[in-house]
């Protein structure tokens, strides 16, 4: 691959132009076809999430030249995405074997391990790896969090809070391990270390910011909101940074400066899922009737009753076999710390790349609804119904089970177009009606915010499917007693 064409290679990765990044490699391919260019192919592709394109490219750039240890780790990787975890194990191994020590391979080799259900073994390859380096910031994150799910309790994070205290001044490694304990709400450890953080590094803007949200997030939103505002100064194009801002300035009731903010975020990325929410809960302060139109939780919110798919004579009776394959997906005992569940658990892998008659089967029933779905839409200058497009795919699906006291928190799927709750079982307390415990509800978001409360809710049912705008507030009221078990996935177009 010529030196020029390889420079701007790089520099259409690291701007994520991932799409003028392929078109550079495929014009350098038929150029002169080398291991180089399709292993950045690969990658370019991987990133658009077109993965058999590249795990074909990932092939011929391992075929072309099979001692190159980097193209092999990122086959490795793209199997690892494509659901083929063994495959992407023995990949890792294999590496491993011949001498190959980097701190990305012990990472993935512990999410391949994951994705197989061997959840002890991949905590042992974390441990390792953290032994080896022990400020990989990756390293560190998934093994408090792998810890947290396998019910390590408070000790969770203890490898990541020692780490910081052998390195101090290590930016990124104190902000990753204030976020992991914030997220399991051991808040006062979290604000513990980023103050000491601001002591070794006074007017540090990312420290500044993440304490920002921690205070916020601890109904001490006016004594957060001015290091937000600092955060934003010394980083005014992070979007990210000013999304905080945002949201303090919303939890504040100041929704007129927080749209002020909204507004160019909105025209650089008025398909982000953020931007949206926010703008909608700001027109909701201010009283302005625009918020209904983002948010119609009548007409936007629906209900599908599924029909049973063929080879089983009741939706019951799928439901029941569905459950089965999902209970033995269900190896963690509680919730990754980056979603929404609390008191129950969640799957490690996509039902999308499991073989499954029964979960195929469940995701092939998922495209007459959506369809019907997506045929109510109408106006094309909408975020929402906007998007509208006959072709779609599920960009993520997944099964919660939650348990006693089991609840989402308010959320929303920024990424995603269409989001959806699939109902497997339910607790007797969510069917029987008599209160709306384990109920869906809408437009309340995650914290307290003037005006803004629950607008809808939905009663469960076994075999029904809630579809609507990713961009939505929704969560789950608690339930008494019992379990639920869901499989819910967001749509987005093709």
């Avoid at 990472?107 to 042992?124: F, I, Q």
């Avoid at 504040?252 to 927080?258: K, Q, T, V, W």
């Avoid at 918020?291 to 004579?313: I, R, S, T, W």
């Avoid at 919660?400 to 990424?415: F, M, Q, R, S, T």
Wanted: net charge negative; aromatic share 8%.
């Amino acid at each position: 691959m010529n030196p020029a064409a390889l420079q701007q290679l790089r520099a259409a990765m690291a701007a994520q132009n991932f799409v003028e990044a392929e078109r550079i490699a495929r014009a350098s391919i038929a150029e002169a076809p080398d291991a180089q260019a399709y292993e950045v192919l690969a990658n370019a592709l991987r990133a658009q999430e077109r993965l058999e394109e590249a795990l074909a490219a990932a092939d011929k750039a391992v075929r072309l030249d099979a001692g190159n240890h980097g193209a092999q780790h990122g086959r490795a990787f793209i199997l690892a995405r494509l659901g083929r975890f063994a495959e992407a194990l023995e990949i890792y191994d294999r590496l491993i074997a011949r001498g190959v020590a980097h701190a990305s391979v012990w990472l993935n080799r512990s999410v391949a391990l994951l994705g197989l259900t061997r959840d002890a073994d991949a905590e042992a390859a974390l441990v390792d790896g953290v032994r080896r380096w022990p400020q990989d910031q990756g390293l560190q994150n998934m093994l408090a969090s792998l810890r947290w799910m396998r019910g390590g309790g408070d000790a969770f994070a203890r490898d990541y809070e020692a780490a910081v205290r052998r390195e101090p001044d290590s930016l990124w490694l104190r902000i990753g391990c204030a976020d992991l304990l914030r997220r399991a709400d051991l808040h006062a450890r979290a604000e513990d270390v980023l103050r000491e953080g601001l002591q070794r590094m006074p007017g540090s803007g990312p420290l500044q910011g993440a304490l920002g949200v921690l205070l916020d997030e601890m109904d001490r939103t006016g004594e957060g909101l001015p290091l937000l505002q600092a955060a934003v100064a010394d980083a005014p194009n992070v979007p990210s940074v000013r999304g905080n801002l945002i949201n303090g300035l919303l939890r504040l009731g100041r929704g007129d400066e927080a749209l002020r903010e909204i507004m160019p975020l909105r025209a650089a990325q008025p398909l982000n899922g953020d931007w949206v929410c926010y703008e909608a809960m700001a027109y909701r302060q201010m009283g302005d009737a625009r918020y209904h139109e983002l948010c119609n939780y009548e007409f936007m919110v629906q209900a599908f009753d599924l029909d049973a798919p063929p080879g089983f004579g009741s939706i019951a009776d799928f439901n029941a076999a569905l459950r089965d394959s999902l209970n033995r997906l269900h190896v963690l005992e509680t919730h990754p710390l980056d979603q929404s569940l609390r008191h129950g658990s969640q799957t490690t892998r996509s039902l999308l790349t499991i073989k499954d008659p029964t979960i195929e089967g469940y995701l092939r029933a998922l495209e007459e609804p959506i369809r019907a779905y997506i045929a109510t839409m109408q106006r094309p200058d909408h975020p929402w119904s906007g998007r509208k497009s006959d072709r779609f795919k599920l960009s993520g699906c997944w099964s919660v089970k939650l348990k006693a006291n089991g609840y989402h928190v308010n959320h929303i799927h920024p990424e995603g177009w269409i989001s959806s709750a699939y109902y497997v079982s339910l607790p007797a307390v969510a069917v029987s009606g008599d209160t709306q415990e384990g109920w869906i509800k809408f437009g309340e978001p995650r914290w307290p915010l003037p005006h803004c409360t629950v607008e809808k809710v939905v009663q469960p049912k076994e075999g029904r499917l809630v579809l609507f705008p990713s961009y939505m507030w929704h969560g789950t009221i608690p339930f008494s007693a019992g379990e639920r078990l869901t499989a819910p996935f967001d749509v987005v177009p093709a």
